[in-house]
């Protein structure tokens, strides 16, 4: 645990937390999944904060295994290249836009089924008030966010070789990647049924896709944003503090550096990052060398 990152391992625990929480609960009558899920927006049981909620609720053991498998195995990896926020927000988006193209999905259904024109409902043999009938369509899980996880890992590391099981040979992540995508829109195709929500995995590695695109486009929409400036001026406020008590300990005749030094220095270490990273989307981490690596292990903990 001490080598995964500090936000994909947040979000690890968090996720195994809401599981036990929701089996410990259930015995108390306390049902989670019907409070965090995410319901039909024309439900009664609807309410927005669903749209985070549901992505750390499971609805079995191995729902949640496979997806903080996927999450560790590749979060861990995106997290180091891009930082605990921006990895965050990231996160956070792919996966309500799984919940948003879920719901989208959801109305397509209920309109085309012509659900408002009934009052009652028959499924599996028994007879639902429409009104209670849309209160069971209800999405749980992170895999809309892990899905947006796996397509940034074939993005940013399109040629690096991954065994899958049951795959007996390697297969670089972006073939994997187009693979999943397929996958899911022939499932979703085949019809309802499974009790997987194909159509939010998809909307979670479209959101992801966008998204990952607009930040090539417009690097400085999110370098330079108001909310990563102010962390930047609350790190450089504490740096100097901290420059300020060493040289109060250190003898006087050592020379305190200059705005302009300060900024050299900050801009230098800026270009050697960027220069590490365009290193990474051309020809994968592996190829960084332990100096490399170790420097982008140490911005990343500094960001």
């Known amino acids: 645990m001490n080598n995964i990152p500090p936000m994909t391992k947040n979000l690890l625990i968090i996720n195994v937390l809401a599981y036990l929480a929701t089996m410990v609960l259930e015995r108390s009558g ?3 999944t019907e409070l965090g899920g995410l319901h039909f927006f024309l439900a009664t049981h ?8 549901y992505m750390f609720l499971h609805g079995g053991i191995w729902h949640l295994v496979f997806n903080m498998f996927a999450l560790w ?3 861990s990896v995106i997290e180091r290249v891009w930082g605990p926020r921006k990895f965050l927000f990231y996160y956070i988006v792919c996966g309500v836009g799984a919940g948003i193209t879920q719901e989208i999905v959801q109305y397509a259904d209920y309109a085309m089924s012509g659900l408002a024109a009934y009052q009652y409902v028959s499924a599996g043999g028994v007879q ?10 209800t999405t749980i899980g992170a895999s809309g966010a892990v899905y947006g996880i796996l397509l940034a890992f074939g993005m940013i590391f399109p040629n690096e070789r991954i065994f899958i099981i049951p795959i007996p040979f390697p297969i670089k992540a ?3 990647i187009v693979g ?3 996958l899911e829109i022939v499932q979703a195709m085949s019809g309802p049924g499974d009790g997987v929500a194909h159509m939010a995995h998809l909307g979670g590695m479209v959101f992801g896709f966008l998204l990952i695109r607009y930040w090539q486009k417009h690097p400085e929409q999110y370098n330079r944003s108001r909310g990563q400036e102010f962390f930047e001026n609350m790190k450089r406020h504490f740096d100097e503090r901290q420059r300020n008590s060493r040289m109060k300990a250190e003898p006087t005749d050592n020379r305190r550096e200059t705005d302009a030094e300060y900024n050299a220095r900050k801009r230098q270490n800026q270009e050697e990052i960027d ?9 994968g981490y592996d190829s960084l060398t332990k100096e490399e690596k170790k ?8 960001s």
Not at 128 to 137: F, M, P, Q
């Open 30 to 32: 306390i049902n989670l």
């Open 46 to 53: 609807f309410h927005f904060y669903q749209f985070i909620t």
């Open 73 to 75: 195995m590749f979060g």
């Open 128 to 137: 639902y008030a429409t009104a209670d009938y849309i209160n069971l369509w």
């Open 174 to 176: 972006k073939w994997l």
């Open 180 to 182: 999943y995508f397929v």
């Open 275 to 283: 220069a590490i990273l365009d290193k990474i989307r051309k020809s």
């Open 295 to 302: 420097k982008l292990f140490e911005q990343n903990r500094q």
